[in-house]
């Protein structure tokens, strides 16, 4: 069909959906957008031929920013040859809206119905303005700040032509030697839930058809944060229940908010790689939940069910794969070869086709690419609304709520901003890379501001910077981790000397953003290379030290712990890293965030977390202290070194009248709790207030605590205020093996704080 025939063909569809909009509005009551979207989609599959339909199930990378293997056959000119001809509904990482407008050119005017293309792009935490790494973030606990940090994204990135985002992660994991608990919200689905909430409202808004809103992923669909060993794409073996109560609440708190679309994982499940089970994707999420979005493989996973032995040919893979469930084909290229055949065999129904193409039109038309696909391509938009000043403050603002403050002794923090001289060590000081983590394809490198730029905006003191010692070898980003660590100690002298002569030190130690994210699986927590040699020289000269930590996840630092008396957790914090951090440091900001994952002793305590099952062996018999034979170690106490929603603050807070509304409840009624809570010490300050249930006795055994309510609080010096919470149904019921959701009558214990380690207790009855 040439150019101006497609065209009249183009415009003409549109006009019978017009058509039929008008006839429905004139007759009965007008339609609700989604009517009028199902009436588009269902006249649009009608004159789609079986390629086409099979064309919009298959997306292509871009021709550059391969984020995983490429297929040999994955030449950039067959991939235009697919563009002209319709077979591609999707592309992943094409960027700016230049670049998009192009490549949407082609689709628009060489294809015979001219269907738009979803952009997919990995806007996992900021497009070019980064906020904090995810985690991070979850360490604010303030979920209006990361619902403003996803508009954020989601507004840089839809003005450079981006459709859909690969985010959230919304992958519980207890084992942080996985690299990607820094894309997550780590170890608690309660807190998970809240948050793939907050993420999924900020880049999808009120009304998907905006023009700086983008369809959101949840991601990766089930139980990828759970590989064996912590051991990147390995097997995950978990138990009905905590695939229940732990993998899928997140998933199904985004479906229920409405959630575009979900990912799968590179992950087996109980033998079935994820990408391939119709138990989850069609049986849990489709039929049980009422997804009404559709279902992106991840990169190559298709392809991969082959390789585990699963399938034993692509067109096996895509056979499994699509009655699966999966319905759209990430970089496999096997849905474009195989499907129309499978269908012409009658091994795939066309029925299965149907219902993932209708899925995949109706997110395009809820963007309202059909009706204009250039509507994200508007280059002037593009410069003014990237690194605005605004996304700058409000990347500035969650990067401070996400610091943790682990240790303060002696008041050491915070510094005195006038007369001190104070030696800034460590090469992650000094680092504007690092900061923006390893998620950060569409921002420059190297632009985040460092904690030296930060500590230099404030003028009283004098400062003096010591690198001391690299954190890895080379270009970080490539790196094979085996082979990374430095040993060149030839910077240590120097810094010793700035260390002897200063009042206070500031070590910037940890992780590069590049030793953690996908494919970054460790197994030494420690801190890498010859940091910790550093931090024992350094404190061998002066031991007014405030260690700030660099990492995308837990690190095992008992030795920082005993000695070192003020540590900061500062993660990767993205672009305003330097600014965050100082302003904590120097007091401008009164830390508040909690710790979102928990800290263990060494990594033989792996994997601890707090809401763990009490075993039927939990405590030292007190008459037998010699007993062995109870739920321990030998050589390491149970106790973590942080607990989960651990963090201090410049001031203090004090606990007290908890107070539950009765005693004993009927099954139907809600529990209303209160607990005052005080500012004690000199500093104004905002609390993390958790609340965490016990269900003492359950059919399926539950775990100690499970966080069931907080609230972020702030208090002037000398205020208390009144926090209020009410356990419902929803918050005292749980998952049984079968996922039937149960509330069962008998005590509860609850448990009021600001740590998972909290000592106020109360109890009730549900009769
Ligand atoms: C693989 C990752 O697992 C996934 O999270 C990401 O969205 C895709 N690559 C696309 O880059």
Redesign the pocket.
């Known amino acids: 069909m040439n150019k101006k025939i497609k065209y009249i063909f183009y415009i003409t569809v549109i006009a019978t959906f017009m058509t039929c909009d008008k006839i429905k509005k004139n007759t009965v009551e007008s339609p609700t957008k989604t009517e009028e979207i199902e009436k588009k989609v269902d006249s649009l599959l009608k004159l789609m031929t079986i390629e086409e339909k099979v064309g919009q199930m298959n997306q292509y990378n871009g021709f550059w920013d391969v984020?995983?293997p490429v297929p040999d056959d994955g030449d950039a000119e067959m991939k235009y040859e697919h563009l002209k001809q319709g077979l591609v509904g999707s592309m992943?990482?094409v960027r700016g809206a230049k670049a998009v407008r192009a490549v949407q050119k082609i689709v628009v005017e060489d294809s015979r119905l001219g269907i738009p293309l979803i952009i997919g792009f990995?806007v996992i935490h900021g497009y070019k303005t980064l906020s904090p790494i995810p985690l991070a973030e979850a360490a604010s606990w303030d979920l209006e700040a990361i619902e403003r940090s996803a508009q954020v994204a989601a507004a840089e990135a839809s003005a450079a032509g981006i459709n859909w985002t690969?985010a959230p992660?919304v992958d519980i994991s207890r084992d942080p030697r996985w690299g990607r608990v820094m894309?997550g919200a780590g170890e608690d689905p309660f807190l998970g839930s809240k948050i793939a909430v907050a993420r999924v409202k900020g880049f999808q808004g009120n009304d998907l058809s905006d023009v700086n809103t983008i369809a959101a992923?949840a991601?990766?669909f089930a139980a990828y944060g759970f590989s064996e060993a912590g051991k990147e794409y390995n097997t995950v073996d978990v138990g009905n229940s905590t695939l229940h109560n732990m993998v899928l609440p997140p998933f199904k708190a985004a479906v229920d908010i409405g959630v575009k679309t979900l990912?799968n994982?590179?992950n087996e499940l109980d033998g079935v790689p994820v990408t391939g089970s119709s138990y989850l994707l069609r049986d849990i999420l489709k039929d049980k939940w009422g997804f009404k979005g559709f279902v992106v493989s991840?990169?190559a996973s298709i392809r991969e069910l082959v390789v585990w032995g699963y399938a034993k040919d692509n067109r096996d893979a895509a056979k499994i794969a699509s009655i699966a469930g999966s319905d759209m084909d990430?970089e496999s290229h096997i849905y474009v070869t195989e499907l129309v055949q499978l269908v012409r065999d009658g091994v795939v129904k066309e029925a299965v086709i149907d219902d993932a193409v209708s899925r995949i039109l109706t997110v395009k038309f809820e963007l309202g690419l059909f009706d204009d696909p250039y509507k994200y391509c508007d280059e002037s938009r593009e410069k003014e609304v990237i690194g605005s000043p605004k996304h700058m403050e409000a990347v500035l603002d969650v990067a401070k709520k996400s610091i943790v403050l682990l240790k303060n002794e002696e008041q050491l923090l915070p510094l005195k901003k006038e007369g001190q001289k104070i030696a800034l060590i460590g090469a992650l000081a000094n680092e504007n890379n690092s900061p923006l983590g390893s998620w950060r394809i569409a921002s420059k490198d190297s632009t985040a501001v460092s904690i030296l730029t930060g500590m230099q905006a404030y003028k009283g003191n004098t400062l003096v910077y010591k690198k001391g010692t690299d954190v890895t070898v080379g270009n970080a980003e490539f790196v094979n981790e085996i082979s990374v660590n430095t040993n060149d100690k030839s910077e240590f002298d120097q810094a010793i000397n700035a260390a002897k002569e200063a009042d206070v030190v500031v070590l910037v130690l940890g992780e590069h953003g590049f030793q953690s994210g996908?494919g970054r699986s460790r197994t030494d927590l420690g801190l890498p290379g010859l940091q910790q040699e550093l931090l024992e020289e350094v404190y061998k000269v002066n031991k007014k030290i405030v260690l700030v930590l660099n990492n995308g996840r837990p690190l095992t630092i008992s030795w920082a712990d005993k000695h070192i008396p003020a540590i900061v957790e500062a993660w990767q914090l993205g672009t305003q890293t330097g600014h965050a951090v100082a302003q904590v440091l120097y007091g401008d900001y009164n830390p508040s965030g909690k710790l979102p994952m928990t800290f263990p002793r060494n990594v033989g305590q792996i994997p601890i977390y707090y809401n763990y099952k009490n075993t039927g062996r939990p405590v030292l018999d007190k008459n037998n202290p010699n007993l062995v034979f109870w739920s321990h170690y030998s050589d390491i106490e149970n106790t973590p070194l942080y607990p989960f929603g651990y963090g201090l603050s410049y001031t203090t807070f004090e606990y007290a009248k908890l107070t539950l509304d009765k005693r004993v409840y009927a099954i139907n009624e809600e529990v209303n709790i209160t607990v005052d809570v005080s500012n004690t010490g000199k500093l104004a300050g905002k609390e993390v207030v958790q609340l965490y249930i016990r269900d003492l006795v359950g059919s399926v055994t539950r775990p100690v605590k499970e966080l069931k309510g907080f609230e972020l609080v702030t208090l002037e010096v000398g205020e208390t205020k009144t926090v209020e919470f009410t356990l419902n149904k929803e918050s005292l019921g749980f998952y049984n093996n079968k996922g039937e959701f149960l509330l069962e009558l008998g005590d509860f214990e609850i448990f009021v704080g600001g740590s998972s380690y909290t000592k106020l207790t109360s109890s009730f009855e549900l009769k």
Request: some cysteine.
């Open positions: 984020t995983g992943l990482s990995d690969f992660m894309e992923c991601k990766h990912m994982g590179f991840d990169w990430m996908e």
